[in-house]
Every structure is written in structure tokens, then in C-alpha cells.
């Protein structure tokens, strides 16, 4: 079995995220940490060299892999803002609606800056992803 190749690491979340070069997504991304910060209680760590990850949990599939990862995190991407909000997107439509100007994948929501989405809603959709990330 293949080992995961992303992990938690020491390296700097700070010094990483100042390395951005583009303003507004250096900016956003500090918005992120701050918030995530309050939804987790955790501080951030970094996970692989571009990730930035709160909490952990560990999983297991029925194949018999198992491993830890974390709880809600994000990744600035060079054509989104990657947020992970790993229990996927269960929320209602309307809830959805309601975010803003986003794009979604199985477990990721994809902005292009934090100005597109409506952050009340946002911060919902990561308490309610990592409340149930607990559970598991």
C-alpha cells in the first residue's frame, strides 16, 4: 500500500503564506487562517509544502488504509482559493445560494478571493464541516 505523501510538517505557515506573492490572495489567506483558527481552536500547520491544515482526524477505509489528515483547511492555488471542507457539500441549496461566487468539487470550494463570498455563510459551511468531521 502506497504511502501518503502529503503530511504534517514544521515548516512555517506564516512564512509560507507571506511568500505569496499575489496581494489579495496573500490577504484572503490570512483572513482564512484567522477564521479557521476560531472555528477549530487549532492552529494552522502545514501539511505538504502548500497546504495549510487545522485539527486532524484519523480515517480508515474498509480496504484496510488508514491514515490522518486534517480537520478543515485551505490552499491558495494559482486559480483559486481552495478551501477543504472534507464532509463534502451536503448543505442545502439554498445555503449554497446564498455563499456567493464559487465552484465545487467532492470536498473542495474553489473562490477566486474571500470579496466573492458571503463570509457568514462560509464560516457556517466550515463550523459545520469540522462539527461533523468530530463525530467520526
Known amino acids: 500500500m502506497a504511502e501518503l505523501k502529503t503530511k504534517v510538517n514544521d515548516a512555517s505557515v506564516t512564512k509560507f503564506l507571506e511568500g505569496i506573492a499575489d496581494e489579495r490572495k496573500r490577504r484572503d489567506c490570512f483572513t482564512l487562517v484567522e477564521l479557521m483558527r476560531k472555528i477549530t481552536k487549532e ?13 486532524t482526524y484519523h480515517y480508515k477505509y474498509a480496504s484496510g488504509r488508514e491514515g490522518d489528515w486534517f480537520a478543515t483547511g485551505f490552499a491558495p492555488r494559482k486559480q ?20 456567493g461566487k464559487h465552484k465545487t468539487g467532492v470536498s473542495c470550494l474553489y ?25 467520526k
Open 111 to 135: 473562490v477566486k478571493t474571500l470579496d466573492d463570498v458571503h463570509m457568514p455563510t462560509l464560516k457556517k459551511l466550515i463550523t459545520d464541516s469540522v462539527k461533523s468531521m468530530k463525530t
Open 80 to 99: 483559486d482559493l481552495t478551501i477543504y471542507l472534507l464532509t463534502g457539500f451536503v448543505a442545502p441549496a439554498e445555503l449554497m445560494a446564498k455563499l
Open 43 to 55: 492552529e494552522p500547520k502545514m501539511w505538504g509544502t502548500s497546504m495549510v491544515g487545522f485539527g
